[in-house]
Structures are given as C-alpha cells and as structure tokens.
T-cell receptor
Framework: SQQGEEDPQALSIQEGENATMNCSYK?????LQWYRQNSGRGLVHLIL?????REKHSGRLRVTLDTSKKSSSLLITASRAADTASYFCATDSMEYGNKLVFGAGTILRVKS | EAQVTQNPRYLITVTGKKLTVTCSQN?????MSWYRQDPGLGLRQIYYSMNVEVTDKGDVPEGYKVSRKEKRNFPLILESPSPNQTSLYFCASSLRLSYYNEQFFGPGTRLTVL
C-alpha cells in the first residue's frame, strides 16, 4: 500500500540552484510529512504540514499542499552539497490506520 | 541526548538462525514502529506498537515477531530468517500516533541472510 509517490525519482542539480520534489497520494490525509535520509542512515524529520494548511516554511525549505490534487511539493532553495540525500514524503491517513505510509523517495544530488 | 538506538548495526547470518534486533528510545514515547527499506520500495512498516503490551501488524509482518514489555524497548525477532529478509531495518518512535507527531528514527540495522 504505497500511498505516497515522489517525483522525480532522481534529481541532479548544481549548488545554489533550487530543487523541487513532488509527492502525490491517493486518499484524504490528516497530515503530510517530509523526511530526509543521508545514504544508509536513519530518516530525519524535516517538516509537517496539516491537511488544512497550504504552505509551510522552515529555513530554506518550503512545502506546499494541494488537497484537491492530492499532492505536495518540497522546495529546497539555494541548495548545498550537504543537501545531497534521499527525500521521502509520508502521509498520515485515517484510511491506512495507525501508521505513516512512505513513498519510494527522490534521490537528490547537489553538485559543487 | 534524545535518541533511538538499534543493535546490532550490521548483521550477517544464515537461514534459519533465530535473531533479535533491539530497539530502545529514551524519550518516553508511546508509539514505536519497525520498518524495512528495500531499493525502489521505500519504507514498509513491519509492526507497530501504540503502547506497552499493544502491538499490531503493519504492511509486511510475515516472518517477524515483536514484543513491547517496556515502554522504551521494542525488539524485532526473526524466528527463522530467510534470504528475502535481507534488508535495511529501521526502528522509529513518536510521542504518540496523532495528527502532529514526527517520528524519530534509529540509525538502521543492515541485515544479510545467507
């Protein structure tokens, strides 16, 4: 039951450029979260956006949520080499019970 | 330091040899969960626990067992490991499963079953 699907699967950009990743999901949600994973390590929570919110900011991160289209985007501005990682969206939905459901992730590579 | 710890971090074993991966959190979290991560499949939930003595199956529970006798610990047990359980395993915890809680992840356990 893969609720969230990220797009693109992989993204390669130059340092200083912006990176945009998208997440689409299938059911109505309570909230949507974004996580970062550095190679082979545990996931780190980045930002949570509630279903009644449309946009949220945290430092260089901007997340939008469009519940009518069942989609979210994560924008990283002025990317740095240290942003190289995999990014996952995760949804909390009544339909999927007591769990977060993760997508397959977007691999971001920032070249210096 | 608030954290989720897992042990071992790396494990190579053989088919059929019972093993346990431990998970412990020091944040007094109610909710704990186990995931496995495989290339192209993202994270899939194995089991979760809403509180002590309360556990339930996730998406891929076959071949795994868990227990939650204490709030801080949530071990994952593979009674008879098979090669298809070769994967990267993560334990996670959150204050409780509600609308607004982020999950804290452990560093992962890379398991190879020969």
């Amino acid at each position: 039951s893969q609720q969230g699907e990220e797009d693109p699967q992989a993204l390669s950009i130059q340092e200083g450029e912006n990176a945009t990743m998208n997440c689409s999901y299938k059911t109505s949600i309570n909230n949507l979260q974004w996580y970062r994973q550095n190679s082979g390590r545990g996931l780190v929570h980045l930002i949570l956006i509630r279903s009644n919110e449309r946009e949220k900011h945290s430092g260089r991160l901007r997340v939008t949520l469009d519940t009518s289209k069942k989609s979210s985007s994560l924008l990283i501005t002025a990317s740095r080499a240290a942003d190289t990682a995999s990014y996952f969206c995760a949804t909390d939905s009544m339909e999927y019970g007591n769990k977060l459901v993760f997508g397959a992730g977007t691999i971001l590579r920032v070249k210096s | 330091e608030a954290q989720v710890t897992q042990n071992p971090r790396y494990l190579i074993t053989v088919t059929g040899k019972k093993l346990t991966v431990t998970c412990s959190q020091n944040m007094n979290h109610e909710y704990m969960s186990w995931y496995r991560q495989d290339p192209g499949l993202g994270l899939r939930q194995i089991y979760y626990s809403m509180n002590v003595e309360v556990t339930d199956k996730g998406d891929v529970p076959e071949g795994y067992k868990v227990s939650r006798k204490e709030k801080r610990n949530f071990p994952l047990i593979l009674e008879s490991p098979s090669p298809n359980q070769t994967s990267l395993y993560f334990c996670a915890s959150s204050l409780r499963l509600s609308y607004y809680n982020e999950q804290f992840f452990g560093p992962g356990t890379r398991l190879t079953v020969l």
